[in-house]
């Protein structure tokens, strides 16, 4: 069964900045350039009658293409225990609409998705658990704490299912939708 979640694809030219800040943090595990993007909705593992459906809803969604703007790092946790490392994305009104149509649209299709409070982010690195990363992670916040790229254009935006593969997860996107005025 598929795992599924809808982003907003990065960039090449992104991407390639983003990559450039990964390192300086041992355990850290970094996200290939390829798999950057910014996440709307996770979905999880759903059904193949219900992913017909969703990926059907989802191209209903209509909106003019909107400007997107990373500014800054942070880190996720759990407790002490940190999860990832991220560039943030600033919220903008076009964002939040349609991560909400792509929330809504997910519900509707029968897909239980989490209540927590948006926060548009790229993950750059993950952790695994136990590892002793504080210092380091403290260094690459302070290093980078003012990072900022110029904004991009979100054009379109995407279906994919993830699998696990042996250098980590493999991303497939199954559908694409445009986002036009």
């Known amino acids: ?16 900045a983003l990559s450039a800040l990964q390192s300086g ?12 993007h910014v996440t709307l909705c996770f979905a999880g593992e759903v059904q193949g009658g219900t992913m017909r459906d969703f990926e059907e809803e989802l191209a209903d969604i209509e909106g003019p293409p909107f400007s997107v703007s990373i500014a800054g790092v942070d880190q996720f946790s759990n407790g002490k225990q940190p999860r990832a490392l991220v560039a943030l994305v600033e919220r903008s009104e076009r964002l ?11 519900r509707n299709c029968g897909i239980e998705v989490e209540r927590r409070k948006y926060r548009p982010h790229v993950t750059l690195a993950r952790f695994p ?10 260094q690459f916040m302070a290093s980078h704490g003012t990072f900022r790229l110029e904004p991009w254009v979100a ?9 696990t593969g042996r250098g980590g997860p493999i991303y497939t996107a199954v559908a694409t939708y445009d986002l036009t005025f």
């Open 1 to 16: 069964m598929p795992r599924l979640f809808v982003a907003l694809p990065v960039p090449d030219e992104i991407a390639d």
């Open 25 to 36: 943090v041992p355990d850290a595990r970094w996200v290939p350039a390829e798999n950057l």
């Open 96 to 106: 939040d609409w349609l991560q909400q149509k792509v929330t809504t649209v997910a």
């Open 155 to 163: 054009e379109h935006f995407t279906l994919y299912s993830s699998r």
């Open 129 to 138: 658990a136990g590892g002793e990363t504080g210092h380091h992670i403290a």
